[in-house]
């Protein structure tokens, strides 16, 4: 494969995955502070809840930064992101308490610290002519995806069924 044909399918599947981002981030806001009265939170929690992910990407961006830095290699530091993000996610999915909820959040952002390799690898394969329009692509993938987010709650809400021990319903179904 050429290199001209490789980077605009790196471009598009790192646009897929701030995309993803976008919407793992905000699925959960329409129903997250219902979820967290059914298991009898607080309403600070509510605010723990949302800012753990943030917070959970703001402490290891600058690790998979300085990975991705040391090694000059995105996909490894991608993929291990990757493994946090289900992790929080099916945390989250399984639920049970108030305590498992904030612990999901945090999980699953230690995943989004990976953006730190993602435009380190930006960075490194872009000339400073494109880099701007680059950036700029990614980050409205992101945007699109907060939008969508919110949006895939009005199928994920007739959900009501079992998945083995699992209950799935209008709360967990972000997960």
């Known amino acids: 494969m050429d290199s001209q044909r490789k980077k605009k399918r790196t471009g598009f599947t790192i646009g897929l995955l ?9 699925v959960i806001l329409p129903t997250i502070w219902a979820y967290l009265q059914k298991l009898n939170a607080e309403p600070y929690y509510l605010g723990l809840a949302l800012s753990a992910f943030s ?5 290891t961006g600058p690790f998979f930064g300085y990975w991705s830095d040391r090694t000059h290699r ?10 946090f993000q289900i992790a929080g996610n099916f945390m989250y999915f399984v639920g049970g308490s108030k305590w498992m909820l904030l612990s999901s959040r945090l999980v699953a952002g230690v995943g989004t610290g990976a953006g730190a390799s993602i435009f380190g690898y930006l960075t490194r394969s872009t000339t400073s002519q494109e880099r701007s329009k680059v950036f700029a692509a990614v980050m409205a993938c992101r945007q699109v995806g907060l939008l969508i987010g919110p949006a895939c709650n009005l ?3 007739l959900c009501n069924f ?11 179904s972000p997960g």
Not at 19 to 25: F, N, T
Not at 55 to 59: N, R
Not at 74 to 83: D, R
């Open 18 to 26: 701030f995309l993803s981002g976008g919407i793992e981030y905000a």
């Open 55 to 59: 917070f959970a990407g703001l402490i």
């Open 74 to 83: 995105t996909k490894g530091s991608i993929m291990f992101a990757n493994l």
């Open 155 to 157: 199928f994920l809400r």
């Open 162 to 172: 079992h998945l083995g021990p699992f209950v799935v319903n209008k709360f967990t």
